[in-house]
């Protein structure tokens, strides 16, 4: 059976595409006859190009009994019946992933439909470019984009052209989820010299049988490189997939310093496969690693950087080095007053938060959330989790997630004016998290 290779991380995946409904037609639910469709065909396929072979009969047989052993709802939704398929296997087999998607149609099934989105409308994910004072390039690249089209290239080749009179360039990959390996390497190729060079090899799997292949650099681009300037990478607990094998690559070849958190440890590529009409399945049928040292990314473990903070510390921690490195190859006294003048205004750019010790009250954990306080600002993660979300409060002891997307806190007091517990609001739903270990 063909599939379609991604490189992408389950947590973040997106997908649009023409319903096959009406807004006035209901979904049909999901009946036992299409659970066991869908199940079979997940073993199946598990079976025959899970990349790690000698456990791909473990990880089926587990799945099956799990399943066998479920009081399904014969009204359950698809969207919820996929849901709970995912969670499975990633909890099984450890694997970010493993993913059961519902695609409401046949048309949207295919990698490329499910990824569509991917490409001019967002700019092949380059969201935004500017100058920080120092002459300091800044990109905000949100993922690679799914397929190698010349529009990509060209994309990533004007912003390079742009920034050839940068004295540093900072690439900020904090959320990036990845995308596709070989726009990783078009792009990591600007931060080395001009050469072709086997920068990663990939083990892959497919039915049935192994291969290995390499992933190369670009001895010839059409903008100038910046291996000769200062680049720092940042990274947090969203940076999956290709964004971490571009931060690995980074540390290898010495291209580059890392700024931020660890990644999120999502190392193997995948493969999507049709599961019937409404239903696909990612496959982890690969993964890459460096040639060099024979180290790939172990699924959870995520890469470290060499400048550990906050993930909303990190453009200012990385700004901040990247005019000390300047200033430090500046020989001409006159600059290097300039620079030190730059160096100290700067940091009125990144306000730290007024420290409130309110705010570190509320900081623990609290059953599977965790708050933390750092610089006067709260901080949400969930367990399992290695994404930290910024608190932005919105009404007495009341703070939401500042992406906007939920979910809504409210912090609780005890008779003694201690914070003890939370009420987490999502979706329509309240649930209420006693303190279990104060921070």
């Not at 993922?143 to 050839?164: C, G, H, L, R, W």
């Not at 072709?196 to 049935?208: D, F, K, P, T, Y």
């Not at 971490?244 to 496969?273: P, Q, W, Y």
């Not at 890459?288 to 995520?302: A, H, L, M, R, V």
Request: glycine share 8%.
């Amino acid at each position: 059976m063909k599939s379609n290779n991604v490189y992408f991380l389950l947590c973040f995946i997106l997908v649009t595409g023409e319903p096959a409904f009406s807004q006035n037609e209901m979904i049909k639910p999901v009946d036992h006859r299409e659970m066991k469709a869908v199940a079979d065909s997940i073993i199946s396929l598990i079976r025959m190009n899970y990349l790690f072979s000698e456990k791909s009969d473990s990880i089926a047989i587990s799945f099956m009994s799990w399943f066998s052993k479920q009081s399904w709802s014969d009204t359950i939704g698809p969207a919820d019946f996929a849901n709970a398929l995912s969670q499975q296997l990633v909890r099984q087999s450890g694997d970010l992933h493993f993913f059961v998607q519902y695609a409401a149609s046949k048309k949207s099934q295919g990698a490329l439909q499910v990824f569509g989105w991917l490409g001019k409308d967002y700019n092949y994910g380059i969201a935004k470019t500017e100058w920080l004072p120092g002459q300091i390039g800044y990109i905000d690249y949100r993922f690679f984009n799914f397929t190698m089209m010349p529009e990509a290239k060209q994309a990533i080749d004007q912003v390079m052209q742009s920034f050839s009179a940068a004295r540093a360039v900072i690439i900020d990959l904090r959320d990036n989820p990845g995308g596709d390996g070989e726009m990783g390497a078009y792009f990591f190729s600007y931060l080395i010299p001009e050469d072709s060079v086997v920068l990663l090899s990939n083990i892959n799997r497919s039915a049935g049988i192994s291969s290995t292949s390499q992933l190369y650099s670009y001895k010839y681009l059409p903008s100038p490189r910046i291996n000769n300037m200062p680049v720092y990478v940042l990274t947090d607990g969203g940076t999956g997939s290709t964004s971490e094998l571009f931060s690995i690559l980074c540390r290898t070849n010495k291209a580059a310093h890392l700024v931020g958190e660890a990644t999120a440890g999502g190392g193997h590529n995948m493969s999507v496969f049709p599961l019937g009409e409404r239903f696909t399945i990612g496959i982890p049928t690969g993964r890459y690693y460096d040639p060099k040292t024979g180290k790939g990314i172990q699924e959870s473990d995520g890469v470290h950087p060499d400048t550990e903070c906050d993930q909303e510390d990190a453009l200012a921690i990385a700004h901040q080095l990247a005019l000390k490195e300047i200033t430090a190859k500046t020989t001409d006294t006159t600059e290097k007053k300039k620079l030190d003048y730059l160096l100290k205004t700067t940091k009125a750019l990144y306000p730290s938060g007024i420290y409130d010790d309110h705010m570190k009250d509320k900081a623990g954990i609290y059953g599977t959330v965790t708050i933390s306080c750092s610089n006067g600002r709260l901080f949400y993660q969930r367990s399992g989790r290695k994404a930290k979300k910024l608190l932005i409060q919105t009404g007495p002891e009341e703070y939401g997630v500042n992406t906007g997307e939920g979910p809504l806190l409210r912090f609780e007091k005890d008779a003694q004016g201690n914070y003890d517990k939370i009420a987490v609001q999502y979706s329509g739903t309240s649930r209420i998290y006693p303190l279990t270990k104060k921070s």
